[in-house]
T-cell receptor
Framework: DADVTQTPRNRITKTGKRIMLECSQTKGHDRMYWYRQDPGLGLRLIYYSFDVKDINKGEISDGYSVSRQAQAKFSLSLESAIPNQTALYFC???????????????FGPGTRLTVL | GENVEQHPSTLSVQEGDSAVIKCTYSDSASNYFPWYKQELGKGPQLIIDIRSNVGEKKDQRIAVTLNKTAKHFSLHITETQPEDSAVYFCAASSGFGNEKLTFGTGTRLTIIP
C-alpha cells in the first residue's frame, strides 16, 4: 500500500552494527506496528504503538527498540544486529475510528534485512 | 496467549478448481478473523475478514466460514485464477481494545494453468 512506506527496502549489514528501519504513513492512522516475517513462521509482532505516547512490546521484542517520532512515523532499531535477525520486516498501521476498533491493518512493502 | 495454526503450508490446484485453507485458534476470546494475501515482493493485504457474530461471509469468489465451537475458520476460493497464486495468512485477535493480530504460518497457493 503506497500510503505506508518503509525505508530502506533492502539492507545488508554486519554483526554488531546498529540499524534503523523507518516507517511513514499518510493514512492518518493512530496505531502502528512492526512485524518480522521468517519463512515458515508467518508474521510475528515486535512492537506496537497506539499513539505517540504509547509503546508496547510484542511477541519478540528482545534485541529491538522503537521510536514513535510523530503520529506518522514509527522507527525500528536493532542496537547490535546479529545474524538471526536476518528477516523481512513489515510496518503496519490501523485506525481507531469513532471509538470502535476497525482492526484492519495496512502493511508497507517491507524491508529485507540481511545481517552477515 | 493466542495460537493460530494454519494448514496446509502449500497447496496447488488446477485453474478453475476451488481452494480451501484452514486455521484453528486457541483463545476463545478471539472475535475477529482476517485473511491476508501476500504477493511476491509486497506486504500482506486484507482480502476478507469475519467477526464472531457471523458464521459466513462472501465476497465474489472468496468466502470465509467460522465455527466458534470448534475454534476454526476457513478461506474458500472458488473458480481459481492464476492471479490467485500468492501466500495467504489467517489471523485472529480479540478485537476491540486489543489490536494485536496473531498470524498463522501461511499457505503458499499455486494455481496450475
Amino acid at each position: 500500500d503506497a500510503d505506508v512506506t518503509q525505508t530502506p527496502r533492502n539492507r545488508i549489514t554486519k554483526t554488531g552494527k546498529r540499524i534503523m528501519l523507518e516507517c511513514s504513513q499518510t493514512k492518518g492512522h493512530d496505531r502502528m506496528y512492526w512485524y518480522r516475517q521468517d519463512p515458515g513462521l508467518g508474521l510475528r509482532l515486535i512492537y506496537y504503538s497506539f499513539d505517540v505516547k504509547d509503546i508496547n512490546k510484542g511477541e519478540i521484542s528482545d534485541g529491538y527498540s522503537v521510536s514513535r517520532q510523530a503520529q506518522a512515523k514509527f522507527s525500528l532499531s536493532l542496537e547490535s544486529a546479529i545474524p538471526n535477525q536476518t528477516a523481512l520486516y513489515f510496518c503496519a498501521t490501523s485506525a481507531l475510528a469513532g471509538g470502535l476498533s476497525t482492526d484492519t491493518q495496512y502493511f508497507g512493502p517491507g524491508t529485507r534485512l540481511t545481517v552477515l | 496467549g493466542e495460537n493460530v495454526e494454519q494448514h496446509p503450508s502449500t497447496l496447488s490446484v488446477q485453474e478453475g478448481d476451488s481452494a480451501v485453507i484452514k486455521c484453528t485458534y486457541s483463545d476463545s476470546a478471539s472475535n475477529y478473523f482476517p485473511w491476508y494475501k501476500q504477493e511476491l515482493g509486497k506486504g500482506p493485504q486484507l482480502i476478507i475478514d469475519i467477526r464472531s457474530n457471523v458464521g459466513e461471509k462472501k465476497d465474489q469468489r472468496i468466502a470465509v466460514t467460522l465455527n466458534k465451537t470448534a475454534k476454526h475458520f476457513s478461506l474458500h476460493i472458488t473458480e481459481t485464477q492464476p492471479e490467485d497464486s500468492a501466500v495467504y495468512f489467517c489471523a485472529a485477535s480479540s478485537g476491540f481494545g486489543n489490536e494485536k493480530l496473531t498470524f498463522g504460518t501461511g499457505t503458499r497457493l499455486t494455481i496450475i494453468p
